[in-house]
């Protein structure tokens, strides 16, 4: 069978391609069972320090496969699948203590849209689009586009997205908040990589502090997210990499971050 996941690793960044590109990288089982454990292992390897996940052909996902479906049968209940199979993925992207870059090389769509979004910067090629396609099949979204699509593109936005289902362009969807960058579809593979290159050379402990206290600030009162930061600020300050910082700025030349 051919490999639904395609991983590789130079120096500290990990590429993780979702490879099922006849199908426009639909989501099956055997894909989401790859991705999981490309991604945990991305997450688990300590000389990875930033992630790339991107899709091989003209589609970066089209959200759970639609062919094993049959309409005269009934669905098996999603939800078990939900928890075991696409939970973990995004969970494990947010919560990962390194930068994950989306780069959406073509249509995303469904659950693939969610996984898009659930990057820490989402870079997009110029021809990719992004579609809230539940409802245009009577599903609602699901895989974290209710939670993304507030946060990201605000309450107006996220109701007439997951709403009207329509197809949104990569400027589009750059202009409402949901993506970072749109480049040349040619270029976006080189920035891309050459982005989580740069990241995987910043101070990775304090990344993933960063992150941490992104993830809790919209559910967080003012006062809770300045504790939240004085606490997350003294582990920052406990790092080699911020010694290593100030020394630099100080000697007035450029920082070398171990990750430490
Ligand atoms: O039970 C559960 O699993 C619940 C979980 C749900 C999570 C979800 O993600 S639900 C949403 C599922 N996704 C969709 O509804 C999107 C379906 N696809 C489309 O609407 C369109 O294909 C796109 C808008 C994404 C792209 O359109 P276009 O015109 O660029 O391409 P196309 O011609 O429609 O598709 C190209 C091929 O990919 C085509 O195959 P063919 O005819 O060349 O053999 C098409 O059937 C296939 N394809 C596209 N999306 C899917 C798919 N095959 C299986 N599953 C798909 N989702």
Redesign the pocket.
């Given at each position: 069978m051919a490999d639904e996941v395609l991983s590789r690793i130079d120096g500290a960044v990990q590429t993780i391609t979702l490879n099922r590109p006849?199908?426009?990288n639909?989501l099956n089982e055997a894909l989401m069972i790859d991705l999981r454990a490309a991604v945990e292992s991305a997450r688990d390897n300590a000389q990875v320090r930033a992630l790339v996940i991107t899709g091989a052909g003209r589609g970066f996902c089209?959200?759970?496969?639609?062919?094993s479906f049959d309409p005269n049968v009934p669905?098996n209940d999603?939800a078990p699948?939900?928890r075991q199979r696409y939970h973990p993925v995004i969970e494990a992207i947010r919560a990962m203590a390194k930068p994950v870059i989306t780069a959406v090389n073509g249509?995303a769509?469904?659950?693939g849209m969610s996984l898009a979004l659930a990057g820490d910067v989402v870079l997009a090629g110029q021809s990719a689009s992004f579609?809230q396609?539940?409802a245009?099949?009577g599903?609602i979204p699901?895989?974290g586009s209710t939670y993304f699509l507030p946060r990201y593109a605000g309450e107006v936005r996220a109701r007439a997205l997951a709403l009207l289902a329509d197809?949104v362009s990569a400027t589009d969807a750059e202009r409402f908040g949901l993506v970072w960058k749109v480049l040349p579809d040619d270029q976006l593979a080189n920035e891309a990589a050459k982005l989580a290159a740069h990241m995987s050379a910043q101070p990775t402990r304090a990344y993933a502090l960063i992150k941490q206290a992104l993830n809790a600030s919209l559910d967080n009162s003012l006062s809770q997210q300045l504790e939240l930061e004085a606490t997350l600020q003294s582990q920052a300050s406990k790092t080699q990499d911020f010694r290593e910082g100030v020394s630099a700025f100080l000697a007035k030349r450029t920082p070398k971050f171990s990750g430490n």
């Open positions: 006849d199908s426009l639909a089209a959200g759970a496969d639609l062919s669905h999603p699948l939900l249509v769509a469904g659950a579609l396609a539940f245009k099949i599903l699901d895989a197809r």
